[in-house]
């Protein structure tokens, strides 16, 4: 459980690594309908996208526990520690 708020930007700083690389496999091996892709591609690509999904996942149960313990509005926590973690820009 993340007590503090830096606890929270570091999970979604790793949350935004993860969608980042997860973009970055889809970029390089472009529309899995154009040109199929090859197992270890898919697996690799399954892979990242899980990842990001569990880690998304955990950073917002954690900032909803946070504000909730601190007595303050989630969005305002949300909005906060995506400001200072950097939200990415390119989605997966």
């Given at each position: 459980?993340?007590?503090?708020?830096?606890?929270?930007?570091?999970?979604?700083r790793?949350?935004?690594?993860?969608?980042?690389?997860?973009?970055?496999?889809?970029?390089?091996?472009?529309?899995?309908?154009?040109?199929?892709?090859?197992?270890?591609q898919?697996?690799?690509?399954?892979?990242?996208?899980?990842?990001?999904?569990?880690?998304?996942?955990?950073?917002?149960?954690?900032?909803?526990?946070?504000?909730?313990?601190?007595g303050?509005?989630?969005?305002?926590?949300?909005?906060?520690?995506?400001?200072?973690?950097?939200?990415?820009?390119?989605?997966?």
């Amino acid at each position: 459980m993340a007590s503090t708020f830096e606890e929270l930007v570091e999970m979604q700083r790793a949350a935004n690594e993860a969608q980042a690389k997860a973009s970055a496999l889809r970029e390089l091996y472009g529309p899995p309908t154009v040109s199929p892709w090859t197992r270890q591609q898919n697996d690799m690509y399954e892979t990242a996208i899980r990842a990001w999904r569990d880690l998304e996942r955990d950073v917002q149960s954690e900032m909803t526990e946070y504000a909730k313990e601190q007595g303050r509005v989630r969005g305002e926590v949300e909005e906060e520690v995506n400001a200072r973690a950097g939200k990415p820009t390119q989605g997966a």
